[in-house]
């Protein structure tokens, strides 16, 4: 029995942490070590409170069956951490304003598509973060053939980015020209973007360690502070994935904790600590 489990308690056994170990990897491709042990009894307990399920063995029995597949993503949701913040890193978004968005904006001026994505979008600050970087550097980008691609594998913090609405405290991080210019206040405090520039985004859930329904490719992906989360394995296989959409001298922003390991195999060249350009 886990001695970090509380008196009282839902039972949580060895083995009930080796399933969700096991349903994470086959799941979504998330390592669990067992530091995590006493986190992921924190985090599951409140599903099986929410479902009044007794123990883990019976709240894991119940989403590995077809009636339990709802569940199932909620219980993925509940392992996978969402803390972002807009502008995060801010040399990412220079590096978009200063050196990616001038060639793009001359591309989707001749009438071609450009296209960018955020990978793990979480609540929105990075590709909210995005489109203000982009709208900064292309004024006019939503005249043209120019989107983003928002997903996350959680449905509940796509819904919420997809709104749009975040705190005064959670804008902190915005510049006053850019909150003021792309930001509205929608009441008890609260900044909603407002404008052309909520036609850039689109939201979708997506497993980024299940198949893709994405067709053609992009100028620039930001997958960061996700692969943390992974094997060795699974992390090599998402990077190959993610160089092969990319277009030819499009760019890819990992983490500050996270690099390609694989990148002379994915054909991909390192220009900075955290970001990657695609050989042409």
Known sequence: ????????????????FQRVQQIAREQAGIHLPITKKALVYSRVSRRLRELNHASFHAYLDFVTTPAGQSEMQKLICALTTNVTSFFREKNHFEHLETVVMPQLAAKVRTGKRGRLWSAAC???????SIAMSVMTAFPDATSHDLRILATDINTDVVAQAAEGVYSAEETEGIPSGKKSQFMEPSGDGDYRFNGPIRRLPAFRALNLNASWPIRGS????FCRNVVIYFDDDTRERLWQRLAEKLEPDGFLYVGHSERVSCANQCGLIQVAPTIYRKGL
């Not at 979480?122 to 909210?128: C, H, K, L, R, V």
């Open 218 to 221: 992009f100028t620039a992906i």
């Open 122 to 128: 979480s609540t929105g600050q990075e590709p909210w």
């Open 1 to 16: 029995m886990n001695d970090l489990m509380p008196v009282g308690e839902a039972d949580y056994t060895d083995a009930d």
